[in-house]
Nanobody, 124 residues
Framework: QVQLVESGGGLVQAGGSLRVSCAASGRAFSPYTMAWFRQAPEKEREFVAGISRSTSTYYSDSVKGRFTISRDNAKNTVELQMNSLSPEDTAVYYC??????????????????WGQGTQVTVSS
């Protein structure tokens, strides 16, 4: 059974930085694409960033240049470093495990396992 547990959310002022982490347990971690999604109140869950098993990365236009995704296969963790945060980044951030293919889909349906989410709030 795969479990994903996020941590590191919180409250930060606009322009600040925050790092969220995801620890995975269960079966093999390294072959799978990992991603971060987010969901703001009354909005659809949206793709934020993904990292493939070859450590290729892909970002949504809204976070490109501000966020960095990374993974540590030895520790079964994936992190999202978020800089230059704005109130528009306020959301619950979810870690997700995708396919064991060297690709980074942006569609929710491509991801089979999800964490419980961690709240990120950016004050103006």
């Amino acid at each position: 059974q795969v479990q994903l547990v996020e941590s590191g959310g919180g409250l930060v002022q606009a322009g600040g930085s925050l790092r969220v982490s995801c620890a995975a347990s269960g079966r093999a971690f390294s072959p799978y694409t990992m991603a971060w999604f987010r969901q703001a109140p009354e909005k659809e869950r949206e793709f934020v960033a993904g990292i493939s098993r070859s450590t290729s990365t892909y970002y949504s236009d809204s976070v490109k240049g501000r966020f960095t995704i990374s993974r540590d296969n030895a520790k079964n963790t994936v992190e999202l470093q978020m800089n230059s945060l704005s109130p528009e980044d306020t959301a619950v951030y979810y870690c997700a495990r995708g396919p064991d293919l060297n690709m980074i889909p942006a569609m929710r349906d491509a991801y089979s396992y999800w964490g419980q989410g961690t709240q990120v709030t950016v004050s103006s």
